[in-house]
């Protein structure tokens, strides 16, 4: 991408959606196209087309996404594979329709098999069941990702994408119950330290172990890869890190101040006992993750400190 390349960025109020284009400012490029959900619905097609016609973007991340965490996935199935196809369709379709130079679509680690081998290669896509919990979102993701090696393959694109693991940081969601487990645990502690609640009860057991990577870091990745990588197989971005669930929680509630018990409801679902990513190939391209996971917390939570109207999100 030359600095003046005219970049679109979709998503760009979610939290990676803006953490791009905050490291596309940051490394000095100049023309970056954005629309918000009211001026461009990208799950209407002709509104989708009538943009690309319109602005010609050479570069595209695709960051737009419904997401949600396991409470969301499960209990909003069809909505979750719906909105996530349609709009993933839409945007890729009408870029290559307008000659896109490149664009890079962003999918999610649980495109993975349930019982793949850990940590998980990219090549193992597609080779065993996906977990039931976000099997729609998943499967979505999956439809994006081979749409882009499809079109590769058969108009010879540049299209690419790479495979967060949890993400986490400034601008995540702090619903209650539709967000993901990192700021989840934040809004839930800081509520009961300010309140002096004497225990808290997470879900599950507290065994599953998890990736989580921050999404500053990811950004930088998304940038990286659009300037250096191109191939019809996806990248992986972590760290190559885990934690037990348990673990986290507990460095949450450090961070956060909240001194009281942490209780385990076992009658609650544990998702996918665990997803670590093979993260080799991204550092074989010459790309390191910056953040460490406590001083991500930290982050994190300053920023909820600072933004508190993103919890009723």
Not at 238 to 252: C, D, R
């Amino acid at each position: 991408m030359e600095q003046d390349s005219k970049i679109y960025v979709a998503g760009h109020r979610g939290m990676v959606g803006s953490a791009i284009v905050r490291e596309l400012q940051r490394q000095g490029y100049s023309n970056i196209v954005t629309r918000t959900h009211s001026q461009l619905d990208l799950c209407r097609q002709d509104q989708v087309e009538d943009f690309f016609a319109d602005e010609k973007p050479e570069y595209v991340f695709l960051a737009a996404a419904k997401v949600g965490g396991i409470v969301a996935n499960s209990s909003a199935l069809a909505d979750f594979m719906y909105e996530n196809m349609i709009l993933e369709m839409n945007v890729i379709h009408a870029a290559w329709q307008n000659g896109c130079k490149k664009l890079e679509f962003l999918g999610s680690s649980c495109i993975y098999p349930r019982e793949a081998p850990q940590p998980m290669p990219e090549s193992c896509l597609l080779t065993s069941a996906l977990e039931q919990t976000n099997e729609a979102y998943a499967l979505a993701k999956i439809s994006g990702l081979k749409y882009c090696e499809y079109l590769n393959r058969q108009y010879n694109t540049d299209y690419i994408s790479v495979m967060p693991t949890n993400l986490y940081g400034p601008n995540d969601n702090y619903h209650p119950t539709h967000s993901h487990v990192l700021p989840a645990l934040i809004r839930r502690f800081h509520e009961a330290k300010e309140s002096g609640v004497s225990s808290v009860t997470c879900w599950g057991d507290g065994t599953p172990r998890r990736e989580f990577l921050y999404v500053d870091d990811l950004a930088n990745l998304c940038v990286f890869l659009m300037n250096n990588y191109s191939g019809n197989e996806t990248v992986n971005a972590g760290t190559g890190k885990e934690v037990t669930i348990k673990e986290l929680t507990e460095l949450v509630a450090d961070v956060v101040g909240y001194t009281g018990e942490i209780l385990w409801d076992t009658t609650k679902p544990n998702g996918t006992p665990r997803k670590l990513l093979d993260v080799s190939k991204s550092r074989a391209l010459g790309w390191q993750y910056k953040t460490e996971l406590r001083d991500g917390i930290c982050l994190a939570y300053q920023d909820f400190l600072l933004n508190p109207i993103r919890a009723e999100r």
